[in-house]
């Protein structure tokens, strides 16, 4: 080739080169810009978060462990991020009426939801108004709470041996908080590892079940610490067993289901904080940092341990793969103990 076409040609691939190089330059900095403007709106959400006053749905009536547990620590929120924060019961359906209030909403973070039925409802209802699992994010748990399984004194049950024995021998009665319940299907998941057979007597909640095993109508009850402590304080209630691999702090003498052989029954009840997946995730974040900052002020963890729940440290994706997880679960659960889907 001759020499001017050589050097002719050099210059060419050079400007080529240079071309290239500010092209690549471009596109980073198109996406860096990108990426920081996409960035502006997600900070300035979680800054300006919450703009109004927030309404908190507990599906369930007033009085419950987890309508107790988010009216503690949204109190302390509310104090932490200066705006009002209203705890509102929509009970129902099993737990569906409020959680499908949540759904529905606006995803701007100031319509939370505070449950501990999520994996038990989707597990036990043919259908239901929203997606589990597609219409909600897990922000953090207030608490981890096993459950305590009573009887009268009257029946003379002095051990879950005791218990065990008598389901064996003949047909005993055991009361839940409904059909697919979560104390429905802690009860199961205890069952089928004692390998006992027992007849299911649901009940609208917690209240009636208590009072008719009190009356020794009904035969035992696994059931949510706040409303059993008094009864068993009281001693119109034996507590026999925790559904858990550690004794509960309020209850320091009763042993586990799971310390006295049965491996596979522990069964937790947790309140779990969700909004709706589309909130952005710095609001997300921004609750799961006020939340985990209120349940660190000892006047807080002083009532939760009142109410027998015990801290659940996790990171916000934690949680929300720990609630994915439950819902298998129960699912699961409740397969195997032949639960009928509502």
């Known amino acids: 080739m001759p020499r001017g076409r050589q050097r002719q040609s050099g210059r060419i691939d050079m400007n080529r080169r240079t071309i290239v190089r500010f092209a690549a330059r471009a596109v980073t900095l198109a996406v860096a810009g990108g990426l920081a403007a996409a960035a502006v709106p997600q900070d300035a959400a979680?800054?300006?978060?919450?703009?109004?006053?927030?309404?908190?749905?507990?599906?369930?009536?007033p009085g419950t462990a987890v309508d107790i547990s988010a009216r503690v620590v949204m109190d302390e929120v509310s104090r932490q991020v200066g705006q009002p924060i209203v705890v509102e019961n929509r009970g129902g359906a099993g737990s569906t009426i409020g959680t499908n209030v949540v759904a529905k909403?606006?995803?701007?973070?100031?319509?939370?939801?505070?449950?501990?039925?999520?994996?038990?409802?989707?597990?036990?209802?043919?259908?239901?108004?929203?997606?589990?699992?597609?219409?909600?994010?897990?922000?953090?748990?207030?608490?981890?709470?096993?459950?305590?399984?009573?009887?009268?004194?009257?029946?003379?049950?002095?051990?879950?041996?005791?218990?065990?024995k008598a389901a064996k021998a003949g047909q005993l009665t055991y009361a839940s908080a409904g059909i697919g319940s979560a104390t429905h299907l802690a009860l199961e998941r205890f069952r089928l590892s004692a390998g006992f057979q027992a007849q299911h007597v649901p009940f609208r909640g917690a209240p009636e079940g208590l009072r008719e095993v009190i009356a020794g109508r009904v035969d035992f009850y696994s059931v949510p610490l706040p409303p059993a402590l008094p009864l068993i304080k009281d001693g119109k209630l034996v507590a026999l067993?925790?559904?858990?691999?550690?004794?509960?702090?309020?209850?320091?003498?009763?042993?586990?289901?799971?310390?006295?052989?049965?491996?596979?029954?522990?069964?937790?009840?947790?309140?779990?904080?969700?909004?709706?997946?589309?909130?952005?995730?710095?609001?997300?974040?921004?609750l799961h940092q006020e939340i985990g900052k209120a349940l660190q002020v000892p006047a807080?963890?002083?009532?939760?341990?009142?109410?027998?729940?015990?801290?659940?440290?996790?990171?916000?994706?934690?949680?929300?793969?720990?609630?994915?997880?439950?819902?298998?679960?129960?699912?699961?659960?409740?397969?195997?103990?032949?639960?009928?889907?509502?």
């Open 241 to 286: 067993a925790v559904s858990a691999d550690k004794r509960a702090t309020v209850l320091p003498d009763v042993p586990t289901t799971v310390e006295l052989g049965h491996k596979d029954s522990a069964y937790y009840l947790y309140g779990g904080v969700y909004m709706h997946s589309k909130t952005p995730a710095a609001v997300v974040q921004r």
């Open 46 to 61: 979680a800054q300006s978060w919450p703009s109004r006053p927030i309404t908190v749905v507990v599906p369930f009536t």
């Open 105 to 164: 909403a606006a995803p701007d973070g100031h319509t939370i939801l505070v449950t501990g039925s999520m994996a038990s409802a989707h597990a036990t209802f043919k259908s239901l108004p929203y997606d589990t699992l597609g219409d909600f994010v897990g922000v953090i748990s207030l608490g981890l709470q096993p459950l305590v399984l009573v009887t009268s004194p009257s029946k003379g049950f002095k051990t879950l041996a005791d218990l065990i």
């Open 300 to 342: 807080v963890q002083q009532r939760m341990r009142q109410i027998g729940a015990e801290p659940m440290p996790m990171s916000q994706p934690e949680f929300d793969k720990y609630f994915r997880a439950d819902v298998a679960a129960n699912v699961k659960l409740a397969k195997d103990a032949n639960i009928p889907q509502q």
